[in-house]
């Protein structure tokens, strides 16, 4: 008697998942990077939300390792074509971070330390869909993947999830970050192959 029923295969397997349209899958992390990478003490490390009327809200690095934690496991996709699958961080929730803001803004600009900006609606950072993560694979988050803390969104291409992070300004109106100035697409949605301007 056959100890697996017919038509059971157990989990999904990643080979089984699709891929975005034009992306490959690969094992390795790359490393792409907009300038050289900045060296930063974690103690002297903040994030600051920045709301439109220009209140501030900020996170000292204890500050930030103090709140509730979360262990998001997912799917990152590159706007280069790479796409790694089930990878694993450690880090802080936007909608933790973001929970006693008060804000009518629509849009946010977030900021790194080194001068990098980019540019995200504000309802793709809520909703448990990005974190500020402090560690990957079990591990500090090593500075040339955005150490010590990066923003991570993985339901767009990952030049949205900046490296280095250290703050979010709140808009009313939308406002470019760095590729998107030079024509990479506003939103960077992968399954929607918005890669430029115009896609």
């Known amino acids: 008697m056959a100890i697996v029923s017919r038509g059971f295969r157990g989990r999904p397997s990643s080979e089984d998942k699709p891929l975005p349209p034009g992306q490959y899958l690969t094992q390795d992390f790359p490393v792409l990077s907009a300038g050289p990478t900045p060296k930063i003490d974690p103690e002297r490390w903040s994030f600051t939300v920045t709301t439109e009327t220009g209140e501030d809200t900020s996170w000292s690095w204890r500050e930030f390792q103090a709140l509730p934690m979360e262990t998001p496991t997912v799917d990152i996709h590159c706007v280069t074509k790479w796409s790694k699958f089930d990878t694993t961080w450690r880090g802080?929730?936007?909608?933790?971070?973001?929970?006693?803001?008060?804000?009518a803004a629509d849009h946010a600009l977030v900021h790194s330390y080194g001068g990098y900006t980019t540019n995200l609606p504000l309802?793709?950072?809520?909703?448990?869909?990005?974190?500020?993560?402090?560690?990957?694979?079990?591990?500090?988050?090593?500075?040339?993947?955005?150490?010590?803390?990066?923003?991570?969104?993985?339901?767009?291409?990952?030049?949205?999830?900046?490296?280095?992070?250290?703050?979010?300004?709140?808009?009313?109106?939308e406002e470019q970050g760095f590729w998107?100035?030079?024509?990479?697409?506003?939103?960077?949605?992968?399954?929607?192959?918005q890669r430029y301007q115009g896609d």
């Open 180 to 193: 998107e100035n030079v024509g990479y697409h506003d939103h960077g949605d992968p399954w929607r192959e």
């Open 92 to 103: 802080v929730s936007l909608d933790t971070l973001l929970a006693g803001v008060d804000t």
């Open 123 to 173: 309802e793709d950072l809520l909703d448990g869909q990005a974190w500020l993560v402090h560690s990957y694979d079990g591990e500090e988050l090593h500075p040339e993947h955005g150490g010590p803390v990066r923003l991570l969104v993985p339901h767009l291409y990952f030049w949205k999830s900046a490296k280095w992070v250290r703050g979010i300004r709140l808009l009313l109106e």
